[in-house]
Each structure stands twice: as C-alpha cells, then as structure tokens.
C-alpha cells in the first residue's frame, strides 16, 4: 500500500505547493463556488506547507466519511471508480514542477488535494461522488457506460460550474487548480451551455486539452438528479452516442 513518504518533499516542491495556491486563490476570489471557499477553510489547507494525507483524511473522515488514497499517477477506470465507491479518493503523491505552473497533462497532488478536496468537505457533493463511483462499479466491464459516466464525472467533478446567486461559479477541480483553465474558461472564445445530462453523455470528453465545452449547473441539486438519471439509463441498457 502507498504511503506519501512527506519526508521526500523537497524545499522546492514546498514552493510550488506556496506559489500555486497564492495564485490559485487570488484567481478564484469571487470565481469559486461558496462550498469550495468553505471547504478550503474548513480543511485548514494553508500556503506554508505541502497537506499532510493523514491529518486530511482525519478531517474528512469526521466530515463526510471519506479518505486520501494515495497513489502515483493515474488509474484505471475499475481501480479509481471502485475507490470512490469506497469514499477514497486517489491522490497523486508527487507535486508539478516550476516549469508545468500552467497546466499539466496527468494529475499530480496539487490538482489531486487542492482542487478535488474543499468539495470533498460538503456532504451533499461527497455523497454524489460516491454515488457516481457506486453506480460506476456496476458497469466496469462496460465500455459504452463507463464513457458516459466519465463524461459526467468530466464536466461535472473537473470542470463543473454553477449558479449561485445569478453569478457563474466554478467547482470543477480542473478549473479550480489550473490557471490556464481559469482564464480560458472566462475567455470571449469560451463556450458554456446549461447543464442538460443527455447533452453532457453525448459531448466526447478529454484532459489532454483546455476544454472546449462547460455546463453550467442552475443548483446543487441537479448533480444528484443527474446520478440517478444516468443510473437508470444504463440498466435499460439504453446508450446515447456522442456527438462529432
């Protein structure tokens, strides 16, 4: 099993960890989500020092039952669904480099921890992202059904908005750490719709690039609606095709 070895952490890696979330949290003012900003300060994250794994998973588990899993890179679809059905979550354990500030192309522990965590912290999100790896290790051996379902964790848990307020706000954790995200994603060139699962299941999804589509959720509760809907659709064995 996987330790983060927090000894390992170089003086460097500590100033990546301080420069990105200064940055990141001076971009997010008035841009985040209200349940990141308060899962931000209820985690007790801070600029001065890499999080500890252990002491995150102690206050998430008091929170809402769920833990740090830590692990290298990134996983395939049955090792990572089937933690989030176990409310773990993967955590990479190394952190970018100076030269990868902007935007990376596989998840490391800044993206891991600052962008997916805060969220972890409220209990109807955390219930969601459980419900999504539940319904997901039903379906491993599933192709089609996997596609969709990383379409919805895609444009939801990574790269999600939401109304508050009237006012657009970001809880996707691939928003939320990246700052070359960020500033596309508020770009004249960028393009947003509401969100509508069955347009969501059909618009082909990747990481590999800035975004070329958001959804815009009108309220939370569209997110656990959207579970049981997908939930429903793959046992009738019924399939969208993505669009092209």
């Given at each position: 099993m996987l330790q983060q070895e927090y000894s390992r952490y170089t003086a460097q890696d500590q100033l990546v960890w301080k420069v990105l979330f200064d940055r990141q949290?001076?971009?997010?003012?008035?841009?985040?989500?209200?349940?990141?900003?308060?899962?931000?300060?209820?985690?007790?994250?801070?600029?001065?020092?890499?999080?500890?794994?252990?002491?995150?998973?102690?206050?998430?588990?008091?929170?809402?039952?769920?833990?740090?899993?830590?692990?290298?890179?990134?996983?395939?679809?049955?090792?990572?669904?089937g933690l989030l059905a176990q409310r773990k979550f993967p955590a990479t354990v190394w952190i970018r480099s100076m030269a990868q500030f902007d935007f990376i192309e596989e998840p490391d522990l800044f993206h891991g921890v600052f962008g997916h965590v805060p969220l972890l912290m409220d209990k109807a999100f955390a219930d969601?992202?459980?419900?999504?790896?539940?319904?997901?290790?039903?379906?491993?051996?599933?192709?089609?059904?996997?596609?969709?379902?990383?379409?919805?964790?895609?444009?939801?848990?990574?790269?999600?908005?939401?109304?508050?307020?009237?006012?657009?706000?970001?809880?996707?954790?691939?928003?939320?750490?990246s700052a070359a995200e960020i500033h596309h994603c508020l770009s004249d060139?960028?393009?947003?719709?509401?969100?509508?699962?069955?347009t969501v299941l059909q618009t082909p999804y990747s990481e590999q690039h800035l975004q070329e589509q958001y959804f815009v959720l009108n309220s939370?509760?569209?997110?656990?609606?959207?579970?049981?809907?997908?939930a429903a659709i793959l046992s009738s064995g019924w399939q969208l095709q993505p669009v092209r």
């Amino acid at each position: 099993m996987l330790q983060q070895e927090y000894s390992r952490y170089t003086a460097q890696d500590q100033l990546v960890w301080k420069v990105l979330f200064d940055r990141q949290t001076a971009l997010l003012h008035k841009r985040a989500a209200s349940a990141f900003a308060q899962g931000l300060a209820k985690v007790g994250f801070h600029r001065n020092a890499i999080p500890d794994f252990a002491e995150v998973s102690q206050r998430l588990h008091q929170a809402t039952g769920w833990q740090l899993e830590p692990v290298l890179g990134t996983l395939n679809d049955a090792d990572f669904f089937g933690l989030l059905a176990q409310r773990k979550f993967p955590a990479t354990v190394w952190i970018r480099s100076m030269a990868q500030f902007d935007f990376i192309e596989e998840p490391d522990l800044f993206h891991g921890v600052f962008g997916h965590v805060p969220l972890l912290m409220d209990k109807a999100f955390a219930d969601f992202l459980y419900f999504l790896g539940h319904v997901a290790a039903q379906h491993l051996h599933d192709a089609p059904a996997l596609a969709q379902l990383e379409r919805l964790y895609g444009f939801t848990v990574q790269f999600g908005l939401v109304l508050e307020k009237g006012e657009t706000r970001m809880y996707g954790a691939g928003l939320l750490s990246s700052a070359a995200e960020i500033h596309h994603c508020l770009s004249d060139t960028s393009k947003r719709q509401p969100f509508d699962l069955a347009t969501v299941l059909q618009t082909p999804y990747s990481e590999q690039h800035l975004q070329e589509q958001y959804f815009v959720l009108n309220s939370w509760e569209q997110l656990t609606e959207s579970v049981a809907d997908l939930a429903a659709i793959l046992s009738s064995g019924w399939q969208l095709q993505p669009v092209r």
